[in-house]
């Protein structure tokens, strides 16, 4: 019998020697390491009576344990539950009661507060705090450092990951064994990673970005990662010299460019840098490949589907766009309403179909009905269109389509005239309530460094390129837009800001 995930991730490093974790002060942490950690806290986890198929709810700050207790769960054949280390604890009670985890593992500072949460809904609590001292390891560290792999199907739920609540109230998206190991193996191949591979590694362990998408392509792989707590600029110039390689939201890419310390010489032994979780700026891209002559790969993805679309490793990465659908996965472009398959170069909702589409939503059978279709493809909430040489774009989110005087809009299109003006860094475009149209377009605008953006200008673009129904009726300037956790556009709050403007 087998465990699949665990046997093709982590099992085949079980005896090796060769380094897995480059920590921030210096320390390297072995494959057998590791994987001697994650035993014991499987042990100790076991120990206390949970059984395959338990929930493990973790809210806890990134640290190499923190990596090693998803090793344990997966080992252990228990899902793993990772949780944003922003959410306070009365959200952490909703996402603890909502998926009825049997352990929750949280940081010393929120003991305190979560246990009579705990109490109440049966679940036992553990602490596992960022210097890797909690009741967990002290139980842990008594144990054996190896574990009877317990045996797991393909169609098991490996993890439940809660998706960024963007758009509303995050879900928790079932991802079973398959649909994790399915994507690192493709992605490895895809895009060239080996056991030579140092991924420079800065993202949070909550989100399938870091968690998924990073890890388990370096492991995967064979490969070993600089790990570090966070996106810390000073950290990542001094480390970037060790890796061959980065994963990281556009965030990272512009700061690293608004920093003179980046430099082509401080880039030039990089193998692949990649960016996800929002759109990259096609400016970015650009900015960046003139200072170091890489060109950013830019993929696509979800926390129910791992990875869609990637630019390709050889040929043409094509800025503005998310490139084509992996290998064994299949990607269509639908009428939001009829659901039909539109003609190529329309914009639709963006549906697709593979092993690494997730079960459902934990707990909601409606929705799961509502998007994820008998046929298996999931209707992503994504809007976009393929062009004519295959290249995915992505529109927007439907729920940031705007709908005025009968009329959609697609806020993207505006949002790239906007974006092309001089004195404009970036911008948001909404809908917000109006009395005669419904609803009605307003542009925010971020300035670039010390100018002013001048607004006749920016709207006569919009004029000179745009037909008036998509014209915004006011353009306003904030310092920054509201991003999460992920560098998500937070637009929901753009919209609650706004609301009263026109009506
Ligand atoms: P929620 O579903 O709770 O509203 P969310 O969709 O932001 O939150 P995630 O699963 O973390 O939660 O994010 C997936 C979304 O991120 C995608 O549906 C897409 O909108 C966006 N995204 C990911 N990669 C890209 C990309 N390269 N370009 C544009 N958008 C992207
Ligand atoms: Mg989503």
Redesign the pocket.
Known sequence: MTNPLYDRLFGIHASSTTPFLYLQDGKTLTHMDFLAVAAQMANAMVQTGLMPGDRVAVQIQKSPEALALYAACVQAGLVFLPLNTAYTVDELSYFIQNSGASLVVCDERSEEELLPVTRSLGAKLQTLNADGSGTLMDQAHGMPNAFVTVDRKDDDLAAFLY?????????GAMLTQANLLSNAETLVDYWRFTDKDVLLHALPIF??HGLFVATNVTLAAGGSMVFLPKFDLDVILEKMPLATSMMGVPTFYTRLLGDNRFTHDLASHMRLFI??????LAETHTQFENLTGHRIL???????TNMNTSNPYDGGRRAGT?GFPLPGVELKITDPESGDLLPAGEVGQIEVRGPNVFKGYWQMPEKTAAELREDGFFI???LGKIDEDGYVH?VG?NKDLIISGGYNIYPKEIELVLDEQDDVLESAVVGVPHPDFGETVLGILVAENGQTPDLDKAMNAVRDSLARFKHPQKLVVLDELPR?T?G?VQKNILRERYQGMFS
Do not use: F, Q
Not at 163 to 171: L, N, V
């Open positions: 998706t960024s609540g963007t758009t509303g109230r995050s879900k989100h399938t960016s996800g979780s929002a759109p990259l830019e993929r696509y993805g979800m926390t129910e998310v992503t909430g994504d992505i989110r999460n992920m998500k």
